[in-house]
């Protein structure tokens, strides 16, 4: 007899990897799990690259050396988009998860639509994700537009 | 100018119009892709591609029962009240946790519609999950009114609660869940916490906390407040979209965080210091 708990039907992680389905308020949820793994990353790198200075000025311009690259100058890229999209989406999220901004429990009316899905929600993070995509353009110009 | 104008919109509104009736009169069939799977019995899980013909206001819940009635009487779904009032024909509709019965097929892109079972339900067959972890979910959180000065002790000197139009709108919505257990399949973190009580249970939790005839606040913020309560969720938002009947489970959640966190007002304690101040 098969237990229940093996056909428990959990989605797990794999329900994460579409999050289209459920609307913006989902996708921002993703990218900012998405963008905190990335940052904790790049944190371990950056330890890691940074330790090198304790074996001398030879070993830690070797690793400076190693972020030069146009692979090196792209994950600094990503990594600015990852950080600006994960504060400013940061601070909409600390005001919102606290009951700020979501609006009033009322009387719903057909066809329900949630007050707490509101535009001043999805504003902020529509301004998250362009002020990302502009954090990467300044970026990409400075370290790819050269002196 | 501004006839010209309104002409225009009436006629880009006519367009639109016969726009939306062509497209809706373009189904005369579809191909339903059902789960299938008795898992207790040793089957395998797989889908049946049946057909059944529509029309303009068949429900997703209407074409299984035709085909569970013409095509394959042996089709595992639960229903009852077809009015989106019981909350018992759930199921995954094209990937979306939805009512079979509050969903029209000639809303669905495509003429192939799949279904299946509710994710983060125990599979029990074909389109059928069990409830019971919800439910003990949901009671957990002591979903009805606890009132220590209840004076229903006192029968001879019995009183009414008194509740202004104000204090019914703070819970209302709560209080229209019918426990159908789409935002409990669309959360996240439902998906991968056992624990968490889920969006349906917590944002009761919220509705009886915020309804002025209930004392019984500390003990439900001592539940919710745990490391697989309240703070596992993150506003995915998910279990507001697909909730069929406006109850917006994740307003609730936020606003009981809020309290936890001393971001509110505490509308209980405020009157009762009124209350307090009043009689001294």
Redesign the interface.
């Known amino acids: ?2 237990k ?2 093996d ?7 794999k ?2 990897l ?1 999050p289209s ?3 913006w ?2 996708v ?3 990218l ?2 998405l963008t905190g793994v990335g940052l904790l990353a790049y944190f371990v790198a950056h330890i890691f690259e940074t330790s090198s200075l304790t074996q001398g000025p030879d070993a830690w311009a070797a690793m400076l050396e190693l972020t030069q690259t146009p692979l090196g100058h792209l994950i600094l890229l990503l990594v600015i988009g990852m950080s600006t999209f994960h504060s400013v989406n940061g601070i909409r ?1 600390i005001f ?5 901004g ?2 009033n ?6 066809p ?6 509101n535009y001043r ?1 999805k504003s902020g993070i529509w301004i998250a994700l362009i002020l990302a995509g502009v954090a990467m353009l300044y970026g990409a110009s400075v370290l790819f537009g050269g002196e | 100018m501004s006839e010209q104008i309104i002409e225009k919109i009436e006629t880009l509104e006519k367009k639109r119009d016969r726009e939306k009736k062509e497209k809706e009169h373009v189904k005369t069939s579809v191909v339903l892709k059902v789960f299938r799977a008795n898992r207790s019995a040793g089957e395998n899980p797989h889908f049946d591609s049946i057909e059944v013909p529509v029309q303009r206001w068949t429900t997703v819940l209407d074409a299984l029962l035709h085909a569970k009635q013409y095509k394959d009487s042996s089709i595992g779904i639960r229903y009852s009240c077809r009015m989106a009032s019981c909350g018992s024909c759930g199921m995954k509709i094209n990937g979306i946790p939805r009512l079979a019965c509050y969903t029209k097929v000639s809303e669905l892109e495509g003429s192939t519609i799949t279904v299946e079972p509710l994710a983060n339900f125990p599979h029990l067959r074909d389109l059928v999950t069990d409830f019971t972890q919800f439910f003990a979910h949901h009671k957990e959180m002591k979903p009805y009114v606890r009132n220590d000065d209840s004076d229903m002790k006192q029968t001879d000197s019995l009183t009414e609660y008194v509740q202004s139009p104000e204090d019914l709108d703070r819970f209302l919505q709560f209080s229209y869940c019918i426990k159908c257990g789409l935002c409990y399949s669309a959360c996240p973190t439902v998906a991968t916490d056992t624990k968490f009580p889920g969006p349906q249970a917590l944002s009761q939790a919220y509705r009886y906390f915020s309804d002025n005839r209930d004392t019984a606040t500390k003990e439900r913020m001592d539940i919710v407040d745990d490391k697989h309560g309240i703070w596992r969720c993150h506003f995915a938002g998910s279990c507001s979209s697909v909730c069929p009947k406006g109850v917006d489970p994740a307003l609730g959640i936020q606003l009981l965080r809020g309290h936890l966190l001393g971001f509110s007002r505490n509308e209980k304690k405020i009157a009762e210091k009124q209350e307090r101040l009043k009689r001294d």
């Not at chain 1, 056909?7 to 992680?13: A, F, L, P, V």
């Open positions: 007899m098969e229940l708990s056909r428990n039907n959990r989605e797990g992680i329900g994460w579409n389905r459920y609307g308020e989902r921002s949820y993703w900012q799990r999220l919102t998860q606290g009951g700020k979501l609006g429990p009322g009387r719903p009316d057909y329900y639509d949630a007050v707490s899905l929600q």
